[in-house]
């Protein structure tokens, strides 16, 4: 069984900068590529960021490119979100995830290619 823990959350005022952690259980964290999702109020569930197992290579939604950085430490089973710059449409509630698919190159940005999910972490961005 996977538990997957955020952190980090919290109130900030428009172009401030917020870290999210997540804290995974599990002794095989290390060999799956890791997930951000975030939804906003009345919206959709929408890709935030993605980082594969050797953490050497990650993606970025449009919408956050440059102003986010993903991270992990297979060493402690944790994954991190780096957010800067943040603004009033980013207020959502971020979740972590782990992505089961076959390929992440094509399909991390899908949804459904991730089987477990933490509880979230509410970010709210004041203007």
């Known amino acids: 069984q996977v538990q997957l823990v955020e952190s980090g959350g919290g109130l900030v005022q428009a172009g401030g900068s917020l870290r999210l952690s997540c804290a995974a259980s599990?002794?095989?964290?290390?060999?799956?590529?890791m997930g951000w999702v975030r939804q906003a109020p009345g919206k959709e569930r929408e890709f935030v960021a993605a980082?594969?197992?050797?953490?050497?290579?990650?993606y970025y939604a449009d919408s956050l490119k440059g102003r986010c950085t993903v991270s992990r430490d297979n060493a402690k089973n944790t994954v991190s979100l780096q957010m800067n710059s943040l603004q009033p449409e980013d207020t959502a509630v971020y979740y972590c995830?782990?992505?089961?698919?076959?390929?992440?190159?094509?399909?991390?940005?899908?949804?459904?290619?991730?089987?477990?999910w933490g509880q979230g972490t509410q970010v709210t961005v004041s203007s």
């Open positions: 599990g002794r095989t964290f290390a060999d799956y590529t």
């Open positions: 980082i594969n197992w050797s953490g050497d290579t990650a």
């Open positions: 995830a782990r992505y089961s698919g076959s390929n992440y190159r094509t399909t991390m940005t899908a949804l459904e290619s991730y089987d477990y």
